[in-house]
């Protein structure tokens, strides 16, 4: 896409197997820049990112920016019925749970996250406290929930409510099941993903996933009988999708293309 705006397309691209870079990164594909593409193709690229708070009320203008999402992607199935979408908030807090109670990945989710700014990869990668709304205060306490105290407040039946997001994820309009074809080739299906998450931007819905619903086998194996996603397709991820209940914050952490294209 950045290349189309500049005139300019990918061309034999080759996918690689993963080959350690330096600087932690892996190789995962190589390609050639030829000229074409279309240089007035737009896709709502800086508007693009997680909305974690609460959504309104879906009324007739949602339903149909729904429904024109539905018919523009055919590896989206939407949730709409108020029901399944609050069954589905209460199986994302199981999922949640579930993998929080594993300490490596406690650990791994506590390195990703930014909860104070004082951490040098505040603005540049990771998810932080200003993205996912949080105080100074309630960004503390989830460095000590998450860490130190999570153990004894699980023992205690008190890490469950503390890191419940049920709520939000019920004020959806829509779940979001994002599905590719079993098998297929995960940069193949990363790059579905983000055209997906773009068409929910041009059909005026914000989303946030909800990837320990498709992470865990449980709720993975319970989404695909509920909604009858067909055998030979696989859930890659899950979105709560609506209209924000506030402002979207503009901050954006990314890395440097420069640092990811060589």
Request: proline letters at 6%; glycine letters at 8%.
């Amino acid at each position: 896409m950045a290349l189309a705006r500049r005139g300019a397309q990918i061309v034999d691209l080759k996918l690689r197997p993963e080959q350690p870079l330096s600087g932690g990164l892996m190789e995962v594909a190589q390609f050639a820049v030829a000229p074409g593409g279309d240089a007035t193709a737009a896709e709502p690229v800086d508007g693009r990112a997680s909305w974690r708070g609460s959504f309104k009320p879906a009324d007739d203008a949602t339903r149909a920016d729904l429904a024109r999402l539905a018919g523009e992607r055919d590896d989206v199935t939407l949730v709409t019925d108020r029901e399944d979408i609050s069954n589905a908030a209460g199986m994302a807090d199981r999922a949640a749970l579930h993998f929080l109670r594993d300490d490596d990945h406690r650990a791994e989710l506590l390195m990703w996250l930014r909860l104070s700014r004082r951490h040098p990869g505040y603005r540049r990668d990771g998810l932080n406290a200003e993205a996912m709304h949080m105080s100074p205060v309630e960004a503390w306490g989830a460095g000590l929930v998450l860490g130190p105290l999570f153990r004894p407040l699980d023992r205690m039946g008190m890490a469950a409510p503390l890191v419940r997001e049920s709520a939000k994820a019920s004020s959806a309009a829509a779940i979001v099941l994002f599905h590719r074809p079993a098998g297929e080739d995960p940069f193949v299906s990363g790059r579905a993903f983000y055209r997906a998450w773009l068409a929910m931007e041009r059909c005026g819905l914000k989303g946030c996933p909800m990837s320990v619903l498709a992470d865990w086998d449980e709720s993975r194996a319970a989404l695909a009988r509920r909604h009858a996603v067909p055998a030979d397709r696989h859930i890659v991820s899950v979105f709560r999708i609506g209209r924000p209940d506030g402002t979207p914050s503009r901050m954006r952490a990314r890395l440097p293309v420069e640092e990811l294209i060589i």
